[in-house]
Protein backbone atom coordinates (compact mmCIF):
# COMPACT_ATOMS: atom_id res chain seq x y z
CA UNK A 1 0.00 0.00 0.00
CA UNK A 2 1.74 3.33 -1.08
CA UNK A 3 1.88 5.94 1.59
CA UNK A 4 -1.46 8.55 1.82
CA UNK A 5 0.60 11.37 1.77
CA UNK A 6 4.51 12.19 0.05
CA UNK A 7 7.84 12.27 2.08
CA UNK A 8 8.11 15.98 1.89
CA UNK A 9 4.23 16.80 2.99
CA UNK A 10 4.57 14.19 5.76
CA UNK A 11 7.74 16.24 7.29
CA UNK A 12 5.84 19.43 7.10
CA UNK A 13 2.59 18.36 8.90
CA UNK A 14 5.39 16.74 11.48
CA UNK A 15 6.97 19.85 12.17
CA UNK A 16 3.33 21.75 12.11
CA UNK A 17 2.38 19.24 14.77
CA UNK A 18 5.42 19.87 17.09
CA UNK A 19 4.94 23.66 16.35
CA UNK A 20 1.64 23.26 17.61
CA UNK A 21 2.45 21.02 20.63
CA UNK A 22 5.01 23.71 21.39
CA UNK A 23 2.91 26.92 21.07
CA UNK A 24 0.41 25.26 22.92
CA UNK A 25 2.34 24.42 25.78
CA UNK A 26 3.30 28.53 25.81
CA UNK A 27 6.80 27.29 25.21
CA UNK A 28 9.66 29.19 22.96
CA UNK A 29 11.66 27.45 20.18
CA UNK A 30 14.78 28.09 22.13
CA UNK A 31 13.36 26.71 25.20
CA UNK A 32 12.43 23.60 23.77
CA UNK A 33 15.46 23.27 21.71
CA UNK A 34 17.33 23.50 25.01
CA UNK A 35 15.30 20.68 27.11
CA UNK A 36 15.56 18.60 24.34
CA UNK A 37 18.84 18.90 24.00
CA UNK A 38 18.66 19.99 20.19
CA UNK A 39 20.26 22.85 18.53
CA UNK A 40 17.77 26.02 17.75
CA UNK A 41 18.67 25.61 13.83
CA UNK A 42 17.10 21.86 13.67
CA UNK A 43 14.22 22.68 15.47
CA UNK A 44 13.16 25.82 13.44
CA UNK A 45 14.07 23.59 9.90
CA UNK A 46 11.96 20.78 11.59
CA UNK A 47 9.08 22.94 12.23
CA UNK A 48 9.17 24.43 9.01
CA UNK A 49 9.33 20.81 7.35
CA UNK A 50 12.46 21.27 6.29
CA UNK A 51 14.60 18.67 8.31
CA UNK A 52 14.22 15.48 6.28
CA UNK A 53 16.14 13.34 9.13
CA UNK A 54 14.22 13.58 11.72
CA UNK A 55 14.46 10.06 13.89
CA UNK A 56 12.36 8.53 16.41
CA UNK A 57 14.98 9.32 19.05
CA UNK A 58 15.13 12.74 17.93
CA UNK A 59 11.12 12.72 18.27
CA UNK A 60 11.28 11.56 21.37
CA UNK A 61 13.75 14.05 22.41
CA UNK A 62 11.03 16.70 21.59
CA UNK A 63 7.70 15.02 22.64
CA UNK A 64 8.89 14.82 26.17
CA UNK A 65 9.56 18.19 27.41
CA UNK A 66 6.21 18.96 25.68
CA UNK A 67 4.11 16.49 27.64
CA UNK A 68 3.57 14.44 24.48
CA UNK A 69 4.10 11.03 23.07
CA UNK A 70 5.38 10.62 19.50
CA UNK A 71 2.13 8.94 19.04
CA UNK A 72 0.30 12.14 19.47
CA UNK A 73 2.63 13.95 17.19
CA UNK A 74 2.62 11.69 14.20
CA UNK A 75 -1.23 11.25 14.54
CA UNK A 76 -1.26 15.15 14.53
CA UNK A 77 0.90 15.13 11.35
CA UNK A 78 -1.60 12.78 9.77
CA UNK A 79 -4.76 14.44 10.77
CA UNK A 80 -2.70 17.57 9.18
CA UNK A 81 -2.11 16.25 5.94
CA UNK A 82 -4.77 14.19 5.26
CA UNK A 83 -6.64 17.71 5.68
CA UNK A 84 -3.88 19.17 3.24
CA UNK A 85 -4.95 16.32 0.84
CA UNK A 86 -8.62 16.74 0.61
CA UNK A 87 -8.24 20.47 0.28
CA UNK A 88 -5.83 19.79 -3.00
CA UNK A 89 -8.07 17.43 -3.97
CA UNK A 90 -10.93 19.82 -4.25
CA UNK A 91 -9.32 22.53 -6.24
Known amino acids: MPPRVK ?5 R ?8 FRQAAGMEQKTLAERAEIHPAVLDAIEKGEYTKLSL ?3 E ?31
Open 7 to 11: EAAFY
Open 61 to 91: KLAAPLGVRVSQIVALAEANADKQSRRRRRK
Open 57 to 59: WKA
Open 13 to 20: AVGTAIKT
